[in-house]
């Protein structure tokens, strides 16, 4: 059963802009914080954005002013929007959505190449 999907990593330049999506499946019950994280060769994953169900934003440092996460509560699905893309944003990206009535739990998407190359 496929709990979450994501879309939209690809290759572009330096400088330009992806969005990527992922959508949950209503299975998983009620959302709480919704997220995005990165893993590139050699190196841990790290997050780098959230939103909380009270659409509270935080965002690591490195991405701040450049991408842009947002929720879509009625299709339970989140976004990140990036521009100004640098080489060293290539990465696997993974969603990862917190949802749950009375106990909280993780759910993972696949992951999606972004990879930003001249």
């Known amino acids: 059963q496929v709990q979450l999907v994501e879309s939209g990593g690809g290759l572009v330049q330096p400088g330009g802009s992806l969005r990527l999506s992922c959508a949950a499946s209503?299975?998983?019950?009620?959302?709480?914080?919704m997220g995005w994280y990165r893993q590139a060769p050699g190196k841990q994953r790290e997050l780098v954005a959230a939103i909380t169900s009270g659409d509270t934003r935080t965002y690591v440092d490195s991405v701040k002013g450049r991408f842009t996460i947002s929720r879509d509560n009625a299709n339970n699905t989140v976004y990140l929007q990036m521009t100004s893309l640098k080489p060293e944003d290539t990465a696997v990206y993974y969603c990862k959505v917190v949802a749950g009535i009375f106990t909280a739990r993780d759910y993972w998407g696949q992951g999606t190449q972004v990879t930003v190359s001249s």
């Open positions: 209503r299975s998983i019950g009620p959302i709480r914080t």
